[in-house]
């Protein structure tokens, strides 16, 4: 007889194993500004991450690709 909780299990790190993160979701940072009078104060409401929609898996946020933008100049 199969044991279930320990298929399950494995199925999930197979998945995640195989996955080839093929759907990343990128969240930039979102900022929410707050008028305190003297100025406005801009505070981080959401955290900058990046995440594969199919398992679920935190990725490497992908730099900005610095030489290309000085390439410009
Ligand atoms: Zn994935």
Excluded: F
């Excluded at 199969?2 to 494995?10: F, T, V, W």
């Excluded at 080839?20 to 008028?35: G, S, V």
């Excluded at 003297?38 to 946020?61: A, F, Q, W």
């Amino acid at each position: 007889m199969i044991d279930i909780h320990d298929a399950e299990l494995d199925a999930r790190i197979t998945e995640q194993e195989l996955c080839e993160h093929k759907n990343p979701n990128y969240q930039p940072t979102e900022y929410h500004e707050t008028d305190v009078g003297i100025g406005i104060l801009t505070n981080i409401s959401i955290h900058e991450s990046y995440t594969c929609d199919d398992c679920g898996t935190e990725l490497d946020i992908p730099e900005p690709d610095w030489d290309l933008m000085r390439e410009g100049k």
